[in-house]
């Protein structure tokens, strides 16, 4: 049904930045805390980071320096700004609540090399 909308992915070189989007519904927005997962090749779905609603943010250890979380209340979207982007980065990512409670959206791929 793709309840949530992941945008903004692509192929980057080392050091590239990406800044990916996930439109949301608005009430699941308002609610809930927010997150960014990502699932690499034959690997595991893993958090990356997450926001609550008063904007309070976590990240995976990998990621911590180089990647931020943000929300836009007016859009009902969250943001994952993505810095210094390494090979081991690549994977499609995905949002979901903080839970991960929500239907599971198509994710947008970033793939970084060369």
């Known amino acids: 049904q793709g309840r949530l909308v992941e945008s903004g992915g692509g192929s980057v070189q080392p050091g590239g930045s990406l800044r990916l989007s996930c439109a949301t519904p608005?009430?699941?927005?308002?609610?809930?805390?927010m997150a960014w997962y990502r699932r690499a090749p034959g690997k595991q779905r893993e958090f990356v980071a997450g926001?609550?609603?008063?904007?309070?943010?976590n990240f995976l250890d990998a990621v911590k320096g180089r990647f931020s979380i943000s929300r836009d209340n007016a859009e009902n979207t969250v943001y994952l700004i993505m810095n210094n982007l390494k090979p081991e980065d690549t994977a499609v990512y995905y949002c979901?609540?903080?839970?991960?409670?929500?239907?599971w959206g198509q994710g947008t791929q970033v793939t970084v090399s060369s």
């Open positions: 926001i609550t609603t008063d904007g309070k943010a």
């Open positions: 608005g009430n699941i927005f308002k609610v809930y805390a």
């Open positions: 979901n609540t903080a839970w991960g409670t929500e239907a």
